[in-house]
């Protein structure tokens, strides 16, 4: 029984012991209120725009800058629509800073469970325990199965700092 507690305790203390990892600190780039910075974006760059008299935000990309107008295609409508410079009321663009796995309170509690349930089995084969074994290897297996399910959450994702490029002044 005592062995019982024992892996039930490393099981626990092994899920409280992750940590909170910082952000990385981004300098914040100065937002320009120069048309020049709109017509140095590349054709094709993904924009979000914001209108004067629309409050919803348009995900598009640029087609097309002049002095007078801005030219994008709208994935969300499959159509190309000009508008006019005074109507832009901001332009931000999406920079790819970087991948993250998944958090670690996600992994740690699996990888305590397995770790705990092979300590379980061990103890309870030594004390010769059936009780202790058999519930160790439930908690190894269970350890398993949630590990397995949970082994393609694990995957690279993109870190996305939305940057600011023209506000109208």
Known sequence: ?????????????????????????????????????????????????????????????????????????????STVT????????AISIRDRIGTKRAPRYISIPIASAIVGGLGGLIVGAVARDRDVAQKAAWTFGIGMMVGMAAGPMDYPRSVILERPVYVRP
């Not at 019982?4 to 099981?11: D, E, P, S």
């Open 82 to 89: 000009t508008i006019p410079r005074e109507r832009v009321a």
């Open 1 to 77: 029984m005592r062995a019982l507690i024992l892996v039930t305790i490393v099981t626990a203390l092994g899920g409280c012991a992750s940590h909170h990892i910082p952000k990385s600190a981004i300098p914040a780039r100065p937002t320009s209120s120069d048309w020049s910075a709109v017509r140095a974006l590349p054709r094709t760059t993904f924009v979000l725009l914001t209108l004067d008299d629309e409050p919803a935000v348009h995900r598009a990309y640029v087609h097309s800058v002049s002095d007078a107008t801005l030219t994008i295609y709208e994935f969300d409508r």
